[in-house]
């Protein structure tokens, strides 16, 4: 009895928790069952006992839909002997999150900071991660700060993926917000007594790596280096090789060359320590591409060949890059020479690459080699783009080739391919220049007819053709095939009012405007260079001592650096892109490129003074000047014979933070030929080539015609040299030039070296070269009979 009665003690204490756990799944089948049909309507808090296991069991079940869990949650709260737990809290909104209720999160985090619960981390990288998902990033930082008023701290990989996502969803504003609210906290964590949350930590390297990538993006200079200055102020935080060249590149493209040499100079540095810190194939790419946009393509050549040493091989894009440069500063010869090495180690070139090249060559007017890389091009299978052949077209107008630019144009509109709204843009310009402003209208009529829209580059050049020839009865038929339609009254209004402006006021001003003045003299040009340059060698000089038993794998870069840091060169003072006279902008278009508009409107017609009340008027407004305004400024003043006023020019450009391009030093050098002061020109020169620029096949055509002037014929004869071994093929121009001066000079047997020259490299004359022939030959019958004369005086005596 004693077992039997044991037994069924035993066999009794089993089936009491199974019951239980019966009687607990019968309850929740029945509320499951309620909340299915009707809600919580029929729920009654005094009839039913409410535990965190039956909650929670509620909230697991699958068959009960979301919003009935909601309802049940919220019915629980109001249970005045239940209160929820941090365990219920993370399971609703886990549910939430899943199921995109989204918008009842911000009133249970109230409920819950009002219960005083606080979850765990986990739940809120939940929340974190559906908000950003669902890009509602104005939730995602009221979590955070509801996150910092309950002491709930993020694991550091939490941070580091709210910030990459942030980032990718093109959320900066948000990001930088988090990253500072994080440096912040961080920098006051060591300090006794201060109120420091506990997520005092930064993200790690590849979210800082994301954030500055996505501020380079945007432009947002300030930012990027108030990140980077940051950043280098905790020892603790290190910059990876990946790191390293985002800012090389972002500080090089904004002009702060000494930046990006430094921070190449303390890698070389590091990698001696540690090998992860050596630069890669990316670090010297970038630094190329830095060099090469600020013009210092001699130096970027000098960091290729280092490249090549330094047991890293050029990628396709490493020779892309330093073919841009060599093409963009007339150096065709070793553009040509890294092309072929770039096939002979078997990369094939593409589209951008013979692009490059074609400009290139068509600037230096090589016009031959320029046509058979087309013909290679064509043979090897590369795709030609508009771009290419809008090239072409461009390059062989500007080369004195108009009937086959304009064969080719005709050739590719039959064939349906390869022409756009820059194609015609070229084509009306050119007509408008040549004065056929019938045959440009009809191409505006063709270009609109063909959908493509009529820019503010087309607008400007028939504008200036019909004020040029006073024909305005073309107008209202340039109206109707602008798709813009209020484009053309808009500057018509404003060209009148601003005329009305400037014919009305009281106190006129004379042809030229005391608007720029210069800050520098132009007698002390040639001694600040010559200064200047001596300065350089002494530092020069210092560096090579210093650093005489100090190996270094790049030491072009490293002497580079220490000359950017003790000149203080920290702004880019040339570049290599010319001004653009309009940018695409669409219907915001109507600010300083209509500003460049009116400019060549008024300077064509020498009209300074509205040209200048102009300027100052949009200066007035904020509106920033490019290097195209300035550069038009320039050229008018110049012609004008206002060259004092033209330095000063200059001199504002330099304080505006706007580098100067081939364009601006073309016209000072021109200024200073009819000057005839050929001395300053070599000091502008000198300035020119000390900021990374070089020389153009105008500007040397300038330079010979100044020194000429100025009876110094060896220099003129060494620039020649220079010009041809430089890669760029004299034009009709420069032979004309050469032909003058020497004559001129008195040097007819070498004024007809050159005439034998021209025609020899089937360079054909043009009017300007039969008024200098007929001016060599009056000087040579001239010097003849002087010659006779001395003869008979001789034989008389």
Known sequence: MRHGIGGFVAMESRATPTLSRLADLLLVASITKTLSESGTRTLQHQSLSISEPLLLQILRSRSVHPSNKLDFFKWCSLSPNFSHSPSTYSQIFRILCRSGYLHEVPLLLSSMKRDGVDVDSHTFKVLLDAFIRSGKFDDALDILDHMEELGTSLELNTYNSVLVALVRKNQVGLALSIFFKLFDAFSTGGQEGSAVPSFSFLPNALACNELLVALRKSDMRVEFKKVFDKLRTIRSFEFNVCGYNICIHAFGCWGYLDTSLALFKEMKQRSLVSVSFSPDLCTYNSLIHVLCLVGKVNDALIVWEELKGSGHEPDAFTYRLIIQGCCKSYRMDDATAIFNEMEYNGFVPDTIVYNSLLDGLFKARRVVEACQFFDKMVQEGVRASPWTYNILIDGLFRNGRAEASYTLFCDLKKKGQFVDGVTYSIIILQLCKEGLLEEALQLVEEMEARGF????????????????????????????????????????????????????????????????????????????????????????????????????????????????????????????????????????????????????????????????????????????????????????????????????????????????????????????????????????????????????????????????????????????????????????????????????????????????????????????TDTILDFLGREIEKARYEKASIMREKNSS
């Open 453 to 768: 829209v009529i820019d503010l580059v087309t607008v400007t050049s028939l504008l200036i053709a019909m004020h040029k020839q006073g024909q305005w009865e073309g107008l209202e038929r340039l109206m109707k095939h602008i798709r813009e339609g209020d484009l053309v009254p808009n500057v018509l209004k404003w060209k009148a009012n601003m005329e009305d402006s400037v014919k009305y006021q009281k106190n006129k001003r004379k042809d030229y405007s005391p608007l720029f003045s210069p800050k520098e003299d132009l007698s002390e040009i040639i001694s600040s260079r010559a200064s200047s340059v001596a300065k350089v060698d002494d530092i020069s000089e210092n560096t090579e001592e210093k650093d005489d038993d100090n190996w270094s794998s790049s030491p072009h870069v490293d002497l580079l650096a220490n000359l950017a840091k003790s000149t203080g060169d920290s702004l880019q003072p040339f570049s290599l892109s010319p001004g653009q006279r309009v940018q695409a902008k669409g219907d915001n278009s109507f600010d300083i490129d209509m500003v460049n508009t009116f400019l060549s409107i008024f300077l064509a017609k020498g009209k300074l003074s509205l040209a200048c009340k102009l300027f100052e008027i949009f200066s007035d407004m904020g509106v920033n000047p490019v290097r195209y305004t300035y550069n038009s400024m320039l050229s008018a003043f110049v012609k004008k014979g206002y060259f004092e006023q033209a330095w000063g020019i200059f001199n504002e450009m330099g304080e505006k933070v706007c580098p100067a391009d081939i364009a601006t030093y073309n016209v000072i050098i021109q200024g200073l030929g009819k000057m005839g002061r050929a001395d300053l020109a070599s000091s502008v020169l000198e300035k020119l080539m000390e900021q990374g620029g070089y020389l153009d096949i105008v500007m040397y055509n300038t330079l010979m015609n100044a020194l000429g002037k100025a009876g110094r014929m060896d220099d003129v004869n060494k620039l020649f040299e220079q010009m041809r071994s430089s890669g760029i093929n004299p034009d009709v121009v420069s032979f004309n030039t050469l032909i003058e001066v020497h004559s001129k000079a008195g040097r007819f047997k070498d004024a007809y070296k050159f005439l034998k020259m021209m025609l020899d490299s089937g360079c054909s004359p043009n009017h300007v």
